[in-house]
């Protein structure tokens, strides 16, 4: 408990703009083939965020990248273009969002205070991307202390290559929110937490939701799924 309450304490927002400034490197994919899933979404050309396609017309992502950090207003969906698997100039798919539903427990707040353990968000796209182009991740809600994770983002400094953060544990879970090892930088906000097992498929259990410090070290926090993410798809769908 000491734990996670000392890691909230500094958390910091992560949807920030496409153009800021560059932050420090993280390793990037060497082939962006099997995580086309992952993709970069361009919120009115200006902030950015990660999401992640968990059925052909739905993305899941952190419900804080549906307000503008500035401003603290609502997003309009329909500003919001998903861009799966991209890599440089060159994404495997380009949908536009119709549709946002967020956890019913979420509440905005400003920047720096965001509200954890329910930052889930649900976008439509305008239209299914083929699962012959792109396969859904497939999603588990088991997140518990000790798991290896790894996490797939796009960053502010990386704004159009696949990040990886490859080998990363879950330090302490409360409810839904997770602590978690892994590095995280700005724009990572939404990214897909794998659970990484040896012989097994990765599982998304988690989406980041902001970045922390526990002490002097750096720590990411996350909101694992559970059984509400599957009403969040039925609305949205």
């Not at 965001?114 to 649900?122: E, M, N």
């Not at 991307?129 to 497939?138: D, F």
């Amino acid at each position: 408990m000491r734990l996670l309450i000392a890691a909230i304490a500094a958390c910091l927002s992560l949807g920030m703009p496409v153009g800021g400034a560059a932050d420090e490197a993280r390793p990037n994919v060497g082939s962006i083939e099997g995580w086309e899933a992952v993709g970069r979404l361009n919120i009115s050309n200006i902030n950015m965020c990660t999401g992640a396609l968990v059925a052909p017309d739905l993305v899941l992502t952190a419900a804080h990248c549906l307000f503008d950090p500035r401003t603290g207003a609502q997003v309009d969906p329909s500003t919001i273009r998903f861009e799966a698997g991209l890599s440089g100039r060159q994404a495997v798919a380009l949908r536009q969002v119709v549709k946002a539903v967020m956890h019913p427990q979420y509440r905005y707040r400003p920047a720096g205070t965001h509200q954890i353990g329910s930052d889930l968000a649900v976008l439509k796209l305008d239209r299914p991307i083929s699962r012959s182009q792109v396969q859904p991740l497939t999603m588990s809600s088991g997140a518990a202390r000790g798991d290896i994770l790894g996490v797939l983002s796009y960053t502010r400094r990386h704004a159009t290559r696949l990040n990886l953060e490859p080998s990363c544990s879950v330090l302490a879970r409360q409810s839904r929110t997770l602590v978690m090892s892994c590095l995280v930088e700005f724009g990572a906000s939404g990214s897909p937490v794998l659970e990484m097992r040896p012989g097994l498929p990765p599982r998304l259990v988690s989406v980041i939701s902001a970045k922390a410090a526990m002490g002097s070290r750096r720590v990411s926090i996350g909101t694992a799924l559970d059984s509400t993410l599957r009403d969040l798809m039925r609305r949205a769908g």
